[in-house]
């Protein structure tokens, strides 16, 4: 059945946070992340709104966009009062992306989210109710490398896959995002690139050989039959320049052949 505009559910709101490094909370309007929320229906925190129930925030704006910081100095280093208020202004927040960093992906639960922001799982904010509370350690490797950092970077269209997921509350597995509200855990990726390389073999790089001619170039002194042959290589030229260009192939067949797989 069609679905009247006039009866269309309002769109779900999206914030990017983390607890920082430098002992604050921070709100990301980064514009990659911007656009992907865009593109996924959704609506971005607005930050006139977050500045004006957070008098204390900080906004750094770069080429890459902005990043709205509360310091835990505002509530005098109290980071419990500053979570609090963090949050109050997350209010009409329907979906968060937690990117806070951790050495163990799979040690990141539910609960640590709630413990790292100061809240109770029975905490009416949309987000935490609705248990809608995503990161992007879905996919990793053995040794807890993200993926997000890695392939994402060359298939947007995955991610994008997965936020309207999140978003929409769409069924189907997701590959770069994973729901802690739902005890979703990461998946461990398995190598993708296996082939041993000749570059990989002993340590040092084997020589690949270039293509060129060595020809003798016979030159007529002019005097009787008297000739002077100098050999003269065709091609690359000295042995520096060739073994500079052996690399560069070496790590073009690697970048190749991994490609490939």
């Not at 704006?61 to 310091?71: A, C, F, K, N, R």
């Not at 951790?102 to 248990?131: E, W």
């Not at 065709?234 to 070496?250: E, H, M, N, Y």
Request: proline content about 4%; aromatic content about 10%.
């Amino acid at each position: 059945l069609p679905i009247w505009r006039g009866h269309q559910p309002p769109a779900s709101r999206v914030a990017w946070i983390k607890k920082g490094w430098s002992n604050d909370y921070v709100i990301s309007l980064a514009k990659y992340k911007v656009q992907f929320v865009a593109d996924a229906g959704a609506l971005n925190v607005n930050k006139i709104d977050i500045q004006n129930a957070l008098n204390s925030i900080a906004v750094t704006t770069t080429v890459s966009g902005d990043e709205l910081s509360l310091p835990f100095a505002a509530y005098g280093g109290n980071q419990s009062e500053t979570a609090t208020a963090f949050m109050a202004a997350l209010s009409n927040v329907d979906v968060v992306i937690d990117e806070s960093w951790v050495a163990v992906p799979r040690d990141y639960t539910f609960s640590s989210f709630l413990n790292t922001f100061f809240l109770d799982a029975s905490s009416p904010l949309p987000f935490v109710a609705n248990r809608k509370v995503f990161r992007t350690d879905g996919a990793i490797s053995a040794a807890n490398n993200w993926d997000w950092f890695e392939s994402r970077v060359a298939k947007p269209e995955a991610f994008l896959a997965d936020l309207i997921k999140a978003v929409h509350g769409e069924s189907g597995s997701l590959r770069y995002l994973r729901n802690v509200a739902q005890n979703e855990e990461p998946r461990v990726l398995a190598g993708q690139c296996n082939v041993r390389l000749p570059a990989c073999e002993g340590g040092v790089a084997s020589d690949i050989p270039l293509m060129h001619i060595a020809h003798d170039a016979t030159k007529t002194s002019g005097v009787g039959d008297t000739t002077e042959t100098s050999g003269v290589t065709s091609g690359v030229g000295d042995a520096k320049v060739q073994a500079f260009l052996a690399k560069i192939l070496t790590l073009l067949v690697a970048l190749f052949v991994c490609a490939g797989l």
